[in-house]
């Protein structure tokens, strides 16, 4: 097995499991973002560049930033950002973030290497365009049914927030 799997699995795996661990929700939505970051690099191992921009910008960047405005909306105008800051697993997960940034970057380096080494990729590799073809011309019920559905949701969780209608 390859050293990157391993460390990016584990990665996975403890930040998983801090996720579910954590007591507040603020550093758990942390632990789900090093979640995120560490799949996309286990992608990015793969040779699937495009499925680890995907994991990036709509987990990691759309799904989270979402779940960390409900929690900040949540907090208790009483709560100071101070105390939850100065929690030591802040520290952790910091530091269990620049790991993954820099598994990241190693990951990229060494993938880019590695498919420019190689003779010729299959066709159409990895190309954003022909996923958008296919995905519009094939799957375009699918699409709807999931832009419907976030539709509804983001309804609900305004619905949800507000205290007066």
């Given at each position: 097995?390859?050293?990157?799997?391993?460390?990016?699995?584990?990665?996975?795996?403890?930040?998983?499991?801090?996720?579910?661990?954590?007591?507040?929700?603020?550093?758990?939505?942390?632990?789900?973002?090093?979640?995120?970051?560490?799949?996309a690099?286990?992608?990015?191992?793969?040779?699937?560049?495009?499925?680890?921009?995907?994991?990036?910008a709509?987990?990691?960047?759309?799904?989270?930033?979402?779940?960390?405005?409900?929690?900040?909306?949540?907090?208790?105008?009483?709560?100071?950002?101070g105390?939850?800051?100065?929690?030591?697993?802040?520290?952790?997960?910091?530091?269990?973030?620049?790991l993954?940034?820099?598994?990241?970057?190693?990951?990229?380096?060494?993938?880019?290497s590695?498919?420019?080494?190689?003779?010729?990729?299959?066709?159409?590799?990895?190309?954003?365009?022909?996923?958008?073809?296919?995905?519009?011309?094939?799957?375009?019920?699918?699409?709807?049914v999931?832009?419907?559905?976030?539709?509804?949701?983001?309804?609900?969780?305004?619905?949800?927030?507000?205290?007066?209608?």
């Amino acid at each position: 097995m390859d050293l990157y799997f391993w460390v990016f699995a584990s990665m996975s795996v403890l930040a998983g499991l801090f996720t579910v661990a954590a007591k507040d929700a603020l550093p758990s939505a942390m632990g789900l973002l090093t979640v995120f970051i560490a799949l996309a690099s286990l992608y990015l191992h793969l040779h699937a560049p495009l499925i680890a921009i995907f994991q990036v910008a709509i987990y990691a960047g759309a799904i989270l930033i979402l779940v960390v405005f409900v929690i900040m909306l949540l907090m208790t105008p009483g709560e100071r950002m101070g105390v939850i800051q100065a929690n030591a697993s802040y520290r952790g997960l910091g530091v269990l973030l620049g790991l993954c940034l820099i598994g990241l970057i190693a990951v990229g380096t060494k993938g880019v290497s590695d498919i420019v080494s190689m003779k010729a990729p299959p066709e159409g590799f990895g190309n954003p365009s022909i996923f958008g073809d296919l995905f519009f011309s094939n799957f375009l019920l699918h699409f709807e049914v999931v832009s419907v559905l976030l539709l509804v949701a983001l309804i609900g969780g305004i619905y949800l927030c507000k205290k007066r209608l």
